[in-house]
Protein backbone atom coordinates (compact mmCIF):
# COMPACT_ATOMS: atom_id res chain seq x y z
CA UNK A 1 0.00 0.00 0.00
CA UNK A 2 1.38 3.14 -0.97
CA UNK A 3 -0.30 6.69 -0.64
CA UNK A 4 1.25 9.98 -1.58
CA UNK A 5 0.12 13.11 -1.16
CA UNK A 6 0.62 16.32 -2.93
CA UNK A 7 -0.84 19.86 -3.29
CA UNK A 8 0.15 21.66 -0.05
CA UNK A 9 2.10 24.99 0.66
CA UNK A 10 1.64 28.61 1.58
CA UNK A 11 -1.55 29.64 0.94
CA UNK A 12 -3.40 33.19 2.64
CA UNK A 13 -6.94 33.52 4.19
CA UNK A 14 -9.60 33.14 2.02
CA UNK A 15 -7.45 31.24 -0.46
CA UNK A 16 -7.45 28.16 -2.21
CA UNK A 17 -6.04 24.86 -2.08
CA UNK A 18 -6.37 21.55 -3.80
CA UNK A 19 -4.64 18.50 -2.55
CA UNK A 20 -3.84 15.13 -4.35
CA UNK A 21 -3.50 11.44 -3.25
CA UNK A 22 -1.95 9.32 -5.53
CA UNK A 23 -2.70 5.42 -4.42
CA UNK A 24 -0.62 2.29 -6.00
CA UNK A 25 -0.36 -1.30 -4.25
CA UNK A 26 -3.98 -1.70 -4.12
CA UNK A 27 -7.39 -1.80 -5.87
CA UNK A 28 -8.14 1.89 -4.69
CA UNK A 29 -11.69 1.45 -6.56
CA UNK A 30 -13.11 -0.61 -3.73
CA UNK A 31 -12.20 1.34 -0.61
CA UNK A 32 -13.74 4.23 0.80
CA UNK A 33 -11.05 6.99 1.56
CA UNK A 34 -10.84 9.93 3.93
CA UNK A 35 -8.74 12.95 4.19
CA UNK A 36 -7.30 13.64 7.40
CA UNK A 37 -5.31 16.10 9.11
CA UNK A 38 -2.79 16.88 12.34
CA UNK A 39 -2.13 20.95 13.44
CA UNK A 40 0.46 21.41 15.83
CA UNK A 41 0.15 19.85 18.83
CA UNK A 42 -2.93 18.63 18.01
CA UNK A 43 -4.32 15.31 17.85
CA UNK A 44 -5.39 13.66 13.99
CA UNK A 45 -8.56 14.82 12.81
CA UNK A 46 -10.83 13.52 10.57
CA UNK A 47 -11.56 16.15 7.65
CA UNK A 48 -13.60 14.37 4.87
CA UNK A 49 -14.63 10.97 3.48
CA UNK A 50 -15.75 9.25 0.35
CA UNK A 51 -17.92 6.02 -0.30
CA UNK A 52 -15.40 3.30 -2.77
CA UNK A 53 -17.83 4.87 -6.05
CA UNK A 54 -17.94 8.44 -5.14
CA UNK A 55 -21.35 7.99 -4.36
CA UNK A 56 -21.21 9.66 -0.68
CA UNK A 57 -19.33 12.42 0.59
CA UNK A 58 -19.06 13.52 4.89
CA UNK A 59 -17.54 16.47 5.88
CA UNK A 60 -16.41 17.87 9.49
CA UNK A 61 -18.78 20.82 10.61
CA UNK A 62 -15.74 22.68 10.33
CA UNK A 63 -14.73 22.47 6.82
CA UNK A 64 -18.63 21.85 5.42
CA UNK A 65 -19.08 24.24 2.25
CA UNK A 66 -15.49 25.30 1.88
CA UNK A 67 -13.93 21.99 0.67
CA UNK A 68 -14.41 19.44 -1.73
CA UNK A 69 -13.54 15.49 -1.88
CA UNK A 70 -13.43 13.81 -4.71
CA UNK A 71 -12.00 10.75 -6.62
CA UNK A 72 -10.87 9.15 -10.17
CA UNK A 73 -10.76 5.80 -9.93
CA UNK A 74 -9.41 5.65 -13.18
CA UNK A 75 -6.48 7.69 -11.83
CA UNK A 76 -5.98 6.11 -8.73
CA UNK A 77 -6.43 9.36 -7.34
CA UNK A 78 -7.73 11.31 -4.01
CA UNK A 79 -8.71 15.04 -4.20
CA UNK A 80 -9.31 17.78 -1.44
CA UNK A 81 -10.52 21.21 -2.73
CA UNK A 82 -9.81 23.90 0.05
CA UNK A 83 -11.73 27.10 -0.60
CA UNK A 84 -12.20 30.00 1.88
CA UNK A 85 -9.22 28.84 3.71
CA UNK A 86 -8.53 30.19 7.15
CA UNK A 87 -5.74 30.17 9.74
CA UNK A 88 -7.03 27.25 11.80
CA UNK A 89 -6.82 25.04 8.58
CA UNK A 90 -2.98 24.77 9.03
CA UNK A 91 -2.03 21.05 9.50
CA UNK A 92 -0.34 18.44 8.03
CA UNK A 93 -3.21 16.83 5.46
CA UNK A 94 -2.96 12.78 5.63
CA UNK A 95 -5.28 10.89 2.92
CA UNK A 96 -6.08 7.49 4.61
CA UNK A 97 -7.65 4.07 3.29
CA UNK A 98 -10.80 2.88 4.18
CA UNK A 99 -11.83 5.53 6.67
CA UNK A 100 -15.22 6.95 5.72
CA UNK A 101 -15.97 9.46 8.65
CA UNK A 102 -15.05 9.60 12.77
CA UNK A 103 -17.71 6.79 13.28
CA UNK A 104 -18.08 4.43 10.04
CA UNK A 105 -15.14 2.57 8.35
CA UNK A 106 -11.91 1.63 9.01
CA UNK A 107 -11.21 4.03 12.81
CA UNK A 108 -8.68 6.52 11.48
CA UNK A 109 -5.42 5.67 13.70
CA UNK A 110 -5.76 2.24 12.32
CA UNK A 111 -5.70 3.35 8.54
CA UNK A 112 -2.86 3.19 5.96
CA UNK A 113 -1.69 7.04 5.50
CA UNK A 114 0.81 8.72 3.49
CA UNK A 115 3.45 11.14 4.68
CA UNK A 116 1.48 13.80 4.67
CA UNK A 117 1.36 17.15 2.62
CA UNK A 118 1.97 20.40 4.61
CA UNK A 119 -0.89 23.35 4.25
CA UNK A 120 -0.46 26.46 5.70
CA UNK A 121 -2.52 29.45 5.88
CA UNK A 122 -1.22 32.66 6.99
CA UNK A 123 -1.11 35.74 5.71
Known amino acids: VQLVESGGGLAQPGGSLRLSCAAS????????MSWARQAPGKGLEWVSGIYSDGGGTFYADSVKDRFTISRDNAKNTLYLQMNSLKPEDTAIYYC?????????????????RGQGTQVTVSS
Open 25 to 32: GFDFSVWA
Open 96 to 112: ARGTLSSVYGVPLGQAA
